[in-house]
């Protein structure tokens, strides 16, 4: 089942912050956030484990609310390399190590 | 960080021609390698799991005999699509996965794919 993202696109100014949910109607075990620039391959971000987890990378977060089954991305003081098209994937508990992606996330970071 | 290389890089092929793609990764073995299809502002979609030894598991709705795959070894898969259509034209991904455990996909340049 595709995990479900929201919004479809944002467009944003420079510095300025953006959120950007993921949510499943399975139980998961992972969550993965991917970026992908037009004509590129996807970039991982980061993965989450089943259990609360947070995690960050320079001005990048993410969490992961188990009993929601839901992640959300956090962008903090954007840049202009932040834009492209955000996929969070999501891994159920099966284990079965296939990701499945939602529709994306398309972010655009004007000047 | 690990390395996976796809090749071609692009390819226009005859409509009713076979075109096989290759998916390699470069420093690292892969248990399991993944094969994506994206459509022009769209999701990446799964069409299959390869790994190495034993036959793809291909998701509901894609065709096994139409889109080849064969994981020769820990480094190798290749997808072929055969007699190839129009609407088969697309941006072909793979992904590996070194395993076990959760972790990161590495993912592929993909190969864009014309079918005229």
Partial sequence: QQPVQSPQAVILREGEDAVINCSSSKALYSVHWYRQKHGEAPVFLMILLKGGEQKGHEKISASFNEKKQQSSLYLTASQLSYSGTYFCGTETVDRDDKIIFGKGTRLHILP | ?????????????????????????????????????????????????SNEGSKATYEQGVEKDKFLINHASLTL??????????????FYIC??????????????????????
């Fill in chain 2, 77 to 90: 898969s290749t997808l072929t699509v055969t007699s190839a259509h129009p609407e088969d034209s697309s």
């Fill in chain 2, 1 to 49: 960080g690990a390395v996976v290389s796809q090749h071609p890089s692009w390819v226009i092929c005859k409509s009713g021609t076979s075109v096989k793609i290759e998916c390699r990764s470069l420093d690292f073995q892969a248990t399991t390698m993944f094969w994506y299809r994206q459509f022009p502002k769209q999701s990446l979609m799964l069409m299959a799991t």
């Fill in chain 2, 95 to 116: 992904s590996a996965y070194p395993g076990p455990g959760p972790g990161e996909q590495y993912f592929g340049p993909g190969t864009r794919l014309t079918v005229t």
